[in-house]
Nanobody, 127 residues
Framework: QVQLAESGGGLVQAGGSLRLSCAAS????????MGWFRQASGKEREAVAY????????YYADSVKGRFTISRNNAQNTVYLEMNSLKPEDTAVYYC????????????????????WGQGTLVTVSS
């Protein structure tokens, strides 16, 4: 079973940028499709982005399309979420998730599609 650890969260002003990392250990990340999710205080978990095992396919929530980019470096067992033009409504705990069998054909993805989760990293965007 792979283990996931997110990093890169923090406090940023609106309009700023952050890059989140999700480091995988225990098994090669190339054997897993990956997703980023977020959960704001008092709200339900929301899917943000998806990337295929090779990195050739990605999907995004409409709320982040054009601002966020998901990518992966399988040689380093790491998945990234580059977040630009951040808005206060992007404030949330961000989680990465992995699954060895799920393949997304389209958006949306669901949390139930993924078997392994990280502990989350907090992103706070101030206005």
């Amino acid at each position: 079973q792979v283990q996931l650890a997110e990093s890169g969260g923090g406090l940023v002003q609106a309009g700023g940028s952050l890059r989140l990392s999700c480091a995988a250990s225990g098994r090669p990340s190339s054997t897993y499709t990956m997703g980023w999710f977020r959960q704001a205080s008092g709200k339900e978990r929301e899917a943000v982005a998806y990337i295929s095992k090779s990195g050739a396919v990605s999907y995004y929530a409409d709320s982040v399309k054009g601002r966020f980019t998901i990518s992966r470096n399988n040689a380093q067992n790491t998945v990234y979420l580059e977040m630009n033009s951040l808005k206060p409504e992007d404030t949330a705990v961000y989680y990465c998730a992995a699954d060895s069998t799920f393949i997304a054909r389209t958006w949306p993805i669901r949390g139930s599609n993924f078997e392994v989760w990280g502990q989350g990293t907090l992103v706070t965007v101030s206005s």
